[in-house]
């Protein structure tokens, strides 16, 4: 970590856990289907064409929860795009009566992250398991997109989630702290929104990439869930 050390530790992170009961789907949501999947399948293999490695750019819970296998990665940056906590959860790590936030990239500013290299193989399984890991409402609040990374090793193209404004969930631009009230009381079948910020930035921070605004969110997450004693 360069000699930083994170607010947000782990004793503060499990003040946040309690045992939620998951609700389940939303009924009052509309979910995408399978036929929609294969359509979105269709359409995202039609727009690269490329017969060579498929390449997935994680910014968030990709970095360490990918769903499928790769063999490599590389430090990279998407320009064009920053993370921000912009959408809106009721399930998962929060609930309908306290909702919480995810993370998303939306545009504008830049984004340093964690390009992977997916194994070879059948392509269609492979964007099958991602997609229904990251996009699971209609409309979508996610939306694959093939972006042009930035390497040391030079450009290459990799397939990102990014966000769709007109998404299902999608919150907007929210002050810091909301955000930060969010992120330190919010919790759900899955586990805790602190546990979620304190992955992302200790799995960033142990491939040397310091994201500033998420630094000073778990310090402020920190903070807040300190006070509470």
């Not at 009566?97 to 070879?120: F, I, N, S, T, W």
């Not at 269609?124 to 996610?142: A, G, H, V, W």
């Not at 805790?192 to 997450?221: G, M």
């Amino acid at each position: 970590m360069n000699g930083r050390v994170m607010s947000l530790t782990e004793d503060l992170v499990a003040r946040c856990h309690r045992e939620v009961a998951d609700a389940g789907p939303d009924p009052d949501a509309q979910h995408l289907d399978d036929a929609d999947y294969e359509r979105m399948i269709d359409e995202t293999l039609a727009d690269n064409a490329d017969e060579g490695p498929l390449w997935l750019f994680a910014y968030g819970s990709l970095i360490w929860k990918p769903e499928v296998d790769h063999t490599e990665e590389k430090v990279a940056v998407a320009r064009g795009w920053h993370r921000s906590f912009c959408i809106n959860m009721t399930r998962w790590r929060a609930t309908k009566a306290e909702p919480g936030l995810m993370m998303g990239m939306d545009r504008g500013g830049q984004c340093k992250g964690v390009a992977l290299r997916l194994m070879d193989g059948d392509r269609r399984e492979q964007l099958d398991k991602l997609f229904r890991r990251e996009m699971t409402l209609k409309p979508s609040t996610y939306k694959p997109r093939w972006l042009s990374l930035a390497t040391s090793d030079g450009p290459l193209t990799a397939l990102a989630f990014v966000i769709n404004r007109e998404g299902h969930a999608y919150a907007g631009a929210l002050g810091e702290d909301e955000v930060v009230k969010r992120l330190a009381t919010t919790c759900g079948h899955w586990g805790s929104a602190a546990d979620y910020l304190y992955n992302v930035v200790k799995n960033l921070e142990d491939r040397a990439i310091h994201d500033r605004h998420l630094w000073r969110l778990q310090h402020l997450v920190a903070e807040r869930i300190a006070a509470r004693g």
